[in-house]
């Protein structure tokens, strides 16, 4: 078979086609276009796992309505800075879109990003004076200073009447809202990014091609095997340097690389479903993004929300995600994923995560147990008078949490998404779920800060990074009015409300 074994050269290689890969192709391309690029995706299309449109909460992240993101200390205060962080990344990301569009080499924003308001909903004494706290800590920052909060239950109504219809008017509820809120098809955003990407000279896509294998050699450079899937031809690839951004399938990726930096790495895959609404008048009734409190346990992809998209050119209503479990690390990946995946470095980590949120367990075993009238009268805690026929399941994508050793060495799940790299640059991967795709610009930034260090430092990558994104080495949260001038041009490129 050696024999008839293809072999090839690149500078770079990126291993799968979602929005990460899409996004660092276009930052190094930008930064140094005579680059030789090659990027590998085992499926026959784009964007199709993780960044889906199906698959992703398509949020446009930016920490408005997003409990989570703002945890509660016993003390009853409140922390902002993983939402402030957020925000920050998410300004960041709409900055390179609008670049890509002045330029014209991403057409169309309207295709992949919406204006949608982000609201935050609660009910219950404690729920409605968390809230109200909350509120108060972000607005006295300047990039939530648009955040409104009312308890006035005709004001709620004018907000979300899908919501409050049918409401108990007894009951203590009350709201934030961002108007400034946005929905982004990250599905469409890929494939329009990619589409111009495999358009520049030295950068070629090859879909349905599997990566079997990655070893690095003496000189630094890396060899990867890979399999045609549909010839079964076999492959050779020699680069310099690889990303791996193949969403839940990055972690079987990092094992097979074999490097000390992502030992006692593991994974806890968690599925997911939606309830999405069939009925085009109830569609019609709702315009926003309307996040609630998670339960207790529940994983942050679980946040419950009554959520409007933008779907394929056509306005879309879901509710959920309901969480569930599978051995699966990607939507169209095996059983055998998460069972291949435990190694001996990785084992007790997996273990002592595991003893550790057993909450978490119990919440996923609650709700893989669940019938549909359990989802039904779900959904009936934020739309009151859903209707059964109304609304039908449909299967969401997979995520994998990140398993990792913590400060004495043993093991938590973190929720967050991370970047990890070789010391010498030449690999690096992303593991981790939200807030994921809304801040991948700020993500791959980052990583080619680490891995391209004496090129990134240089004047030439500096004034071409500050063109793409005008506000970088600057805090836009201390710089009201950069934010500002920054988030209005923003809005008329991308053609935002």
């Known amino acids: 078979m050696s024999d008839t074994t293809i072999r090839s050269n690149s500078d770079v290689v990126l291993i799968g086609a979602g929005i990460m890969s899409a996004t660092l192709g276009l930052i190094l391309k930008e930064l140094q276009p005579d680059l030789k690029i090659d990027i590998y995706e085992r499926l026959d299309i784009a964007a199709a796992e993780s960044s889906d449109a199906w698959n992703n909460a398509g949020t446009g992240h930016s920490a408005f309505c997003e409990l989570n993101y703002t945890p509660e200390g016993p003390d009853g205060t409140i922390n902002p800075n993983k939402a402030i962080s957020i925000a920050e ?53 300047p ?39 946005t929905d982004v098809n990250f599905g469409t955003l890929t494939r329009n990014m990619l589409d ?6 030295n950068v070629t896509i090859h879909y349905s091609h599997e990566v079997k294998k990655l070893k690095q050699r003496e000189d630094k450079s890396w060899r990867i095997k890979i399999t045609d899937l549909v010839s ?22 990092l094992e097979k690389a074999n490097v000390p930096e992502g030992k006692g790495y593991g994974g806890f895959p968690v599925s997911g479903q ?14 926003a993004k309307v996040y609630g409190k998670a339960s207790v346990g529940a994983p942050p992809m679980s946040v419950p929300h009554v959520d409007t998209r933008m779907i394929d050119g056509e306005k879309a209503l879901l509710f959920g995600p309901f969480a569930g479990f599978s051995t699966r690390f990607l939507k169209n990946g095996s059983y055998s994923d998460l069972p291949l995946s435990i190694k001996p470095d ?46 039908k399941l449909e299967r969401a994508g997979q995520r994998v949490q990140v398993i990792k050793r913590d400060e004495e060495l043993i093991g938590k799940l973190e929720f967050g998404t991370e970047i990890i790299n070789t010391n010498d640059g030449t690999l690096a991967v992303l593991l981790g779920a939200s807030p994921g795709a809304s801040t991948a610009v700020s993500i791959m930034v980052e990583l080619v800060s680490k891995c391209f260090p004496e090129q990134f430092n240089s004047p030439e990558w500096q004034e071409k990074v500050k063109a793409m994104i005008p506000s970088f080495g600057l805090a836009l949260n201390e710089n009201p009015e950069l934010l500002a001038s920054l988030r209005n041009k923003t809005a008329e490129v991308l053609k935002l409300k």
Request: with cysteine.
């Open 89 to 141: 990344q998410y300004e960041v990301s709409r900055q390179f879109w609008s670049y890509l569009v002045q330029e014209g080499k991403v057409q169309s924003p309207e295709d992949f990003i919406k204006s949608v308001p982000h609201i935050s909903f609660v009910w219950g004494d404690a729920n409605v004076a968390f809230l109200k706290n909350r509120f108060e800590v972000l607005q006295s920052n």
């Open 143 to 181: 990039l939530f200073a648009e955040m409104i909060f009312s308890t006035d239950t005709s004001e709620l109504q004018k907000w979300m009447p899908l919501v409050m219809e049918g409401r108990n008017p007894e009951e203590k509820v009350a709201a934030t809202s961002m108007k400034i809120g």
């Open 196 to 201: 111009y990407l495999t358009k520049l000279d």
């Open 232 to 253: 079964n031809q076999k492959k050779k690839v020699y680069t310099k340097f690889v990303f791996i951004g193949a969403g839940g399938g990055s972690l079987p990726l």
């Open 274 to 287: 939606w309830l999405k609404c069939t009925n085009p008048e109830v569609i019609a009734k709702h315009q």
């Open 346 to 391: 990785n084992v007790i980590p997996m273990i002592v995560a595991g003893y550790k949120n057993i909450p978490l367990t119990k919440y996923l075993i609650e709700q893989v147990r669940q019938s549909p009238k359990d989802r039904i009268n779900a959904l009936r805690e934020y739309v009151p008078g859903a209707r059964t026929k109304d609304w």
